[in-house]
């Protein structure tokens, strides 16, 4: 987005393949998720990163990127190389997403409770879990049980689960007691 000098740091997660990259500077107007290579078309930054075969899967906050490994390889060979492609790449003004992904925000069909919960996961949940490099998104609500999506560290974290039961759903059955479970899509 911007093609001024800044420097790139980068830290562990709790997730111990994953290292998420600061920037310093918003590099995205939404966050954004690719899984997987075929899911990077929207993203020539992502793109780039699959191009190793070591990455398992990028992640594209507003100021970081965090990405996971395969394990055959380690941070240590990895990391500062890593921190200058990602910081050659937006210096150069290259596009980091080109198409974002539909917003999940309240709208007309969402039930009164429905649009409580993702007031709740945006303005409490998601800073928190982006402190990791991950991120949370609502994925429905129906029969007293919440589906949300964890992405970026905090998709196949060791700690995820306890992430998700001691944190996140401990906080939304506080918020909303008829809520009877909350679970990952």
Known sequence: MSSTHFEITYETTTNPSTLKFNFGQKIADQAYDFPDAASSERSPLAAKIFGFPWTASV??????????????????????????????????????????????????????????????IQTEIKPVVALDGGDIVFGKYEDSILHIHMRGACAGCPSSQATLKDGIEVRIKEAFPEVKEVRAL
């Open 59 to 120: 992640y594209i906050g507003e100021n970081f990127v965090t990405i996971t490994k395969q394990n055959w390889v380690e941070w240590e060979i990895l990391a500062s190389p890593l921190a200058s492609l990602l910081k050659e790449h937006v210096e150069s003004g290259q596009p980091v997403l080109i198409e974002l992904e539909k917003s999940l925000d309240e709208n007309a069909h969402d039930s009164e409770i429905v649009k409580k919960i993702k007031r709740l």
